[in-house]
């Protein structure tokens, strides 16, 4: 087995800091957990990015514990007492993330599931130190699917919860890297840093305006690295791209996708990519998500869903799909489609 889903496994951690060339631009780059975090400011001073860059890297290293179901956190504890069916009090800032995501389930018809933590881990996509080596038994999928698993059974009073199914086994990665783009706006304007980037492997927030102007982005091609688009985001704009292609398990040869169908419990392949912009990251991160399920037979339906007015659907043939908002705001490059 091969695996690219081990952007979590190595609690690695490296900060790479540097001043840019002008005098108030400053980025930063670190690796958390594979994924690689990237912060670039404006209009800001060498000391207030440094320090605001210090804060960021201790709250993430974190939460990348407290919100991993399968690190030593607040997340495992939480799934130790949903299988036990305990009670259970939540901090603050997880439990509205889960009730984030019961609400996301029931918005997308169970295309968006945090539940399926047990089903993960039979596809191997939380890279077992052992890794699988075949495809999990369809009986056993089937025996976690049919208790129902997901946030949305999860009784909530006040942050204590009462646990649902017991073969719920939490995964936020659906909409984790959302929070964490809220998480380090908050702490970037504590800082007095209000124009910056910030980008977790791709996916990205924008704070105020990039040298008074408009930040660009590309959209990268699902089948190699070049952008076949690009669109102009404004300030609190987050754009998040869900793609089959960029972490999966080989098995045999065959690669596995990391997002799940959660009614079947099976890698999603019928879509390439899923490309959404909106000014809640959370949304656009569980959206994008339930879209690249959902696929084109179900994208108007989760559009109106979840209110979207810039979604972008790449399916496996090529087909492409576009909110009529979407349509407006693109700029196909010469390698992209250019309908
Ligand atoms: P990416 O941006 O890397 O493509 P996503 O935001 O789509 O990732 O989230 C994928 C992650 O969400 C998986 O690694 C897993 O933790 C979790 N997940 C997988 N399938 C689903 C699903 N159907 N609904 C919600 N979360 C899912
Ligand atoms: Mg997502």
Same mark, same amino acid.
């Not at 295309?111 to 052992?130: D, E, K, Q, T």
């Not at 049919?146 to 086994?169: E, I, V």
């Not at 102009?232 to 791209?241: L, N, W």
């Given at each position: ?7 979590? #496994? ?10 840019? !060339?002008?005098?108030?631009?400053? !980025? ?13 400011? =404006? ?5 207030? =990015?440094?320090?605001?860059? !210090? &804060? ?19 997340? #495992? ?21 889960? #009730? ?17 933590? /047990?089903? !993960?881990?039979?596809?191997? =996509? /939380? ?5 699988? &080596? ?42 984790? #890297? ?96 899923? &490309?959404?912009? /909106?000014? $809640? ?16 037979? $179900? ?33 196909? &490059? ?6």
């Amino acid at each position: 087995m091969r695996s690219s889903a081990n952007w979590r #496994k190595a609690l690695l951690l490296v900060a790479l800091l540097h001043a840019c !060339s002008a005098v108030d631009e400053h !980025s930063a780059n670190f690796v958390l957990f594979g994924t690689i975090v990237s912060i670039h400011a =404006f209009d800001t001073t060498e000391p207030a =990015f440094s320090d605001a860059m !210090s &804060t960021l890297e201790t709250r993430f290293s974190a939460l990348g514990v407290d919100w991993y179901p399968w690190a030593d956190g607040e997340l #495992k504890r939480i799934n130790a007492a949903i299988a036990a069916a305990r009670p259970i009090d939540v901090s603050p800032p997880l439990a509205s993330l889960i #009730k984030a995501a019961a609400r996301f389930e029931a918005l997308s018809g169970d295309r968006f599931n945090a539940g399926l933590g /047990h089903v !993960s881990a039979l596809w191997g =996509f /939380h890279a077992l130190p052992a890794g699988v &080596t075949s495809v999990p038994d369809a009986d056993a999928i089937s025996a976690i699917l049919a208790t129902r698993p997901g946030a949305s059974d999860l009784g909530w009073q006040h942050l204590t919860m009462r646990p649902g199914a017991a073969s719920t086994l939490l995964d936020l990665g659906g909409i984790a #890297k959302g929070a964490l783009l809220l998480e380090a706006r908050r702490l970037l304007l504590q800082h007095g840093i209000d124009n910056a980037i910030v980008n977790l492997g791709g996916d990205l927030l924008v704070i105020g305006q990039v040298h008074g102007r408009h930040a660009r982005i590309g959209i990268q091609s699902p089948h190699d690295d070049y952008p076949i688009a690009g669109l102009q985001i404004a300030s609190g704009e987050a754009v998040f791209t869900s793609g089959n292609y960029e972490r999966y398990v080989e098995i045999d040869g065959t690669r596995y996708p990391h997002i799940l169908d959660p009614r079947t419990g099976q890698p999603v392949r019928h879509t390439a990519s899923v &490309t959404v912009v /909106h000014t $809640d990251p959370v949304l656009a991160d569980a959206a994008a998500t339930a879209l690249l399920v959902g696929g084109g037979a $179900d994208f108007d339906a989760l559009v109106d869903a979840f209110e979207l007015e810039f979604a972008l659907l790449i399916d496996a043939s090529g087909d492409t799909r576009l909110t009529p908002g979407m349509r407006q705001r693109l700029h196909w &490059t010469a390698t992209g489609n250019s309908q």
